[in-house]
């Protein structure tokens, strides 16, 4: 393991755990044991990261309730920094042939049928710049929720949560939703259920998107939740960086939260090393695939944070549009949890 390696190591380390005395001390004993004996750098990474979390966990307390919040943090940004090649993953596309497509692209809203009129600041934007769009009908997670959907696609713990509230009416359901909104909190077990189905709803409503450009055998599908507006230059921007990307391009996020950003690609274009919310994106035909396959089946994680572990995992190619081509309008979403 080498000294660059156990100097980043050592700077998450102090970004989630600032006050861990005996952790900082076991990563300087480690610094010095692989410049005297050089015994960690015949040690595989993976080994020697699965080493540091077990350090994280001693210093923050195995049973503290802080243990749950740290670590899938610190595993994230472990895996952010040290498991993928970030710049030969740019320079490739950079190499290789650029995108184009001769169709024209057509954008999807994704909204609840309930909820039509709070997504008109998203269709005023979009009718203002003459691009064509559709509503795509997203899943109520207060209605009853499809069996076979919530067995192929929530994982165990997801749906133990969901079948917490299977036996409630909708109209008792719509009374919580609107206790929770205005921060009424329900007991734990049933709003914890709540938002797992509201939750899983958004979930589902993506992925019969994905579901839906793979059947049509389209290029690639702008998708925008009802809370987004897009920019003034939307079209012409949105173009010219569609015909920059490279040809095995997968995801391009609009805007979104909590950004990763790696180096500029190109003009308008930097590298996306991750990041949350899904409220306006591109998604290609070929990156619609690859997250069908294997990445929504059984998952315990919302839809966001499925996106941004494959990222991290090296299995979609993705991109920020820089500056941002879409923006939020506050509390006007449908598909809010």
């Not at 307390?61 to 740019?90: C, H, Q, Y």
Request: charged share 25%; with cysteine.
């Amino acid at each position: 393991m080498n000294s660059p390696l156990l100097a980043r190591l050592t700077r998450v380390l102090s970004q989630f755990h600032r006050s861990g005395t005996d952790s900082t001390r076991v990563v300087c004993t480690l610094r010095s044991r692989a410049r005297t004996r050089g015994v960690y750098a015949r040690l595989s990474r993976a080994t020697c990261i699965a080493l540091f979390l077990t350090f994280l966990s001693v210093s923050c307390g195995t049973f503290s309730k802080s243990w749950t919040r740290v670590i899938p943090r610190a595993r994230r940004e472990l895996r952010r920094n040290f498991l993928r090649d970030w710049k030969r993953t740019l320079e490739d596309g950079r190499d290789g042939e650029n995108f184009h497509t001769s169709k024209e692209f057509e954008v999807r809203i994704i909204s609840l049928r309930r909820g039509r009129e709070r997504s008109l600041e998203s269709a005023r934007s979009l009718d203002e710049q003459g691009i064509t769009w559709s509503y795509h009908d997203a899943v109520d997670g207060l209605d009853e929720l499809d069996v076979k959907s919530l067995n192929k696609y929530a994982g165990r713990k997801k749906r133990t949560r969901v079948d917490a509230t299977r036996h409630i009416p909708r109209s008792t359901l719509v009374q919580l939703k609107r206790a929770y909104d205005n921060a009424k909190r329900p007991s734990h077990a049933i709003g914890q259920s709540l938002h797992e189905r509201l939750r899983f709803g958004c979930y589902l409503s993506h992925v019969s998107l994905w579901r839906r450009v793979i059947r049509a055998e389209a290029p690639l599908a702008i998708v925008l939740e009802d809370d987004a507006a897009v920019s003034s230059n939307f079209t012409s921007a949105l173009v010219l960086i569609l015909h920059k990307l490279p040809i095995d391009w997968d995801v391009l996020f609009l805007n979104g939260c909590f950004k990763k950003f790696g180096p500029a690609f190109a003009d308008g274009i930097r590298q996306s090393r991750g990041g949350l919310c899904t409220y306006s994106y591109v998604i290609s035909a070929k990156g619609a695939f690859t997250l069908m396959r294997r990445a929504t089946l059984r998952s315990e994680k919302p839809i966001d944070h499925v996106l941004d572990g494959e990222i991290l995992a090296g299995r979609l190619l993705a991109f920020h549009a820089d500056p941002p081509l879409a923006r939020t309008v506050p509390k006007t979403s449908t598909l809010a949890y």
